[in-house]
């Protein structure tokens, strides 16, 4: 199916363990984006990436990695989970750098660290 | 990206136009207005943008102020399953980088 799909759903796992969000889309779009959504703060940016290898920081970086070896794919990676790091994780991608730049987002990946 | 205001929470009836509010004084000549929604347990979803003139798509009008200072995000007809937080964002021309979320407006949507 064509879109933005985002895997797992939900996930429970316990702190200093190591979790990777995955996200995948099919439209071929250059940027891609890491947000996380916690209650009573909206959507901060966590990574983004212009294109395949070339990543930069957002708002809120520490203690999370990304890659980008394929257009794609876009995995977000908690090395040590930690209790803070409990959120709402979505992924998003955005047509090329001219224009309005409209953001396509997934459904989110619901993450609890125990 | 510049700043925009919107009210916390409006409440509309079922079937009738909702006219959610933005403010944004600081607008430069480039920033586009977006609009997005984000229903409950959902990622936003856009909803629509602008520059100058007054748009319309199949889910909602934007209309512009002359002066680019504000804008209302117009549902014609308002059903439960609009009911969500309506978020104002100005994106300027550059890379296309993250967007900027404010605290958006919840519109609860009565039947």
């Known amino acids: 199916d064509a879109g933005i799909t985002q895997s797992p759903r939900y996930k429970i796992t316990e702190t200093g363990r190591q979790v990777t969000l995955m996200c995948h889309q099919t439209?071929?779009?250059?940027?891609m984006f890491w947000y996380r959504q916690d209650l009573g703060h909206g959507l901060r940016l966590i990574y983004y990436?212009?294109?395949?290898?070339?990543?930069d920081k957002g708002e809120v970086p520490d203690g999370y990695v990304v890659s980008r070896s394929k257009t794609e794919n876009f995995p977000l990676t908690l090395e040590s989970a930690t209790r803070s790091q409990t959120s709402v994780y979505f992924c998003?991608?955005?047509?090329?750098?001219?224009?309005?730049?409209?953001?396509?987002f997934g459904p989110g990946t619901r993450l609890l660290v125990l | 990206d510049a700043k925009t205001t919107q009210p916390n929470s409006m409440e509309s009836n079922e079937e009738e136009p909702v006219h959610l509010p933005c403010n944004h004084s600081?607008?430069?000549?480039?920033?586009?207005i977006h609009w997005y929604r984000q229903l409950p347990s959902q990622g936003p979803e856009y909803v629509i943008h602008?520059?100058?003139s007054n748009v319309n798509n199949r889910m909602a009008s934007l209309a512009i102020a002359e002066d680019r200072k504000s804008s209302t995000l117009i549902l014609h007809r308002a059903t439960l399953r609009d009911a969500a937080v309506y978020y104002c964002?100005?994106?300027?021309?550059?890379?296309?980088?993250?967007?900027?979320f404010g605290s958006g407006t919840q519109l609860t949507v009565l039947p």
């Open positions: 990436s212009a294109a395949a290898d070339i990543t």
């Open positions: 998003a991608s955005s047509e090329p750098a001219y224009g309005p730049k409209t953001q396509y």
């Open positions: 439209w071929s779009h250059s940027y």
């Open positions: 600081t607008i430069s000549g480039t920033d586009y």
């Open positions: 964002i100005l994106r300027g021309t550059g890379s296309a980088r993250q967007l900027t």
């Open positions: 602008g520059l100058t």
